[in-house]
């Protein structure tokens, strides 16, 4: 079993930038993708980012992609989402997930953490 615990999430102005932070443990030796997903009220959970074992290869999706940047230290048993010119609408609750590989969808996350709130007022 992994346990994820996300934090960093706080109230921040538009345009603002902020730092997520993704601690892992239990089966940490298992060479995990990750990701990272949000979701606001009354929508459906959304991808963000993911990044491989290695960090070497990452997907963003569009409408974060440039903004963000999702980076890992497998040392520190640690996945990051570095978040620069925040929006109002990237407002939500943003989890980190652990799987077997990389994907845009949720199927192949085995893991998940509790969220962490991100507000960006205007």
């Known amino acids: 079993q992994v346990q994820l615990v996300e934090s960093g999430g706080r109230l921040v102005q538009a345009g603002g930038s902020l730092r997520l932070s993704c601690a892992a443990s239990?089966?940490?030796?298992?060479?995990?993708?990750m990701g990272w997903f949000r979701q606001a009220p009354g929508k459906e959970r959304e991808f963000v980012a993911a990044?491989?074992?290695?960090?070497?290869?990452?997907y963003y999706s569009d409408s974060v992609k440039g903004r963000f940047t999702i980076s890992r230290d497998n040392a520190r048993n640690t996945v990051y989402l570095q978040m620069v010119s925040l929006k109002p609408e990237d407002t939500a609750v943003y989890y980190c997930?652990?799987?077997?590989?990389?994907?845009?969808?949720?199927?192949?996350?085995?893991?998940w953490g509790q969220g962490t709130q991100v507000t960006v007022s205007s």
């Open positions: 990044s491989s074992w290695t960090g070497g290869t990452t």
């Open positions: 997930a652990a799987g077997r590989t990389m994907s845009r969808g949720t199927a192949p996350y085995d893991y």
């Open positions: 239990g089966r940490t030796f298992t060479p995990y993708a």
